[in-house]
């Protein structure tokens, strides 16, 4: 159902291509939170799309320049990761909102309405279904939802004070991430976190157990994040994905991925609980005296 929202309670988002497009009275933070709709008139050529929320009543305003248009005057150009990293640097030093809800919800969307233009069945271009969130086929009538791609991302830690760490080949050098992949057919999540991890760094897990999710909109993923502590094996890097790995004292870790991630959300959880772990061993509770 494109088109439908509560008007007095909506936000929008601009694109071009896979970058948003900032205005210039929002600083990077403020713009991952959206801006008034009402101040952003859409240029020729752009299109314009009311997405509702998942709360049936406000709804995001999506609009979408051609990814060949010059910016409009004073706007400015910025990844959507990086608005994300502003924002939560901003709620983690200076205190608000660390929902970012809107801002993954808009990148997702707009990518589903570029890569769904076309029906998938047989080539007609795609309306939008009267009746729900789906890309509508008026030849064959097919139906096209929004893809949402489960992933695993697993921090394994030694049973102590070590956690493993590995930077990936896509990763800006000395940047180093938990291992993740997506969940391959017929596999259950702990079968996928098991194959990850012996895939990648060649080493085994047990006491997997769920921690945290996240939607991941590079490009459709939904995130869901393990902890499992090593069983058995070496750490071998695949060299493929994986370049390097290594066991990291909670104390001194190499460079992470920025706040607003559930990794770093998995790795800052783990760090907080081997300090108080490490408090409580420097300074233990002192026996209470027992009455004579």
Known sequence: MIGRGDPMNTIAFRFRGQDLLVPPELSDAQAAFGFDPEKSAAPAGSRRYSVPLPDGGS??????????????????????RALLAAAAEQAASAGGSDDYS?????????????????????????????????????????REYPRISPAVIVLVSDGADRILL???????????????????????????????????????IRDIRYAASQPWPFPDSLMLGFTAIHSEGDIRPDLVEIMEAAWYSWDALPEIPNR??????????????????????????KAERSAP
């Open 59 to 80: 709804c995001i305003e999506l609009l979408i320049d051609d990814p060949a248009a010059e910016p409009p005057a004073l706007w400015r150009v910025a990844g959507a």
């Open 102 to 142: 809107r801002l993954l919800r808009a990148c997702h969307i707009a990518r589903w309405i570029d890569e769904s233009a076309f029906c998938g069945r047989c080539g007609t271009r795609n309306g939008f279904a009267d009746d729900e969130f789906a890309r509508h086929c008026p030849s064959c009538g097919k």
């Open 166 to 204: 590995a930077r990936n080949a896509k990763f800006r050098n000395g940047v180093h991430s938990l291992l993740a992949g997506f969940v391959e057919a017929g596999e259950n999540l702990e079968e996928a976190a098991r194959r990850e991890v012996l895939e990648e760094v060649g080493v085994a």
């Open 260 to 285: 607003g991630s559930v990794a770093r959300a998995l790795i800052d959880a783990w760090v907080d609980s081997r300090r108080l772990c490490q408090n409580d061993l420097r300074h233990p509770p």
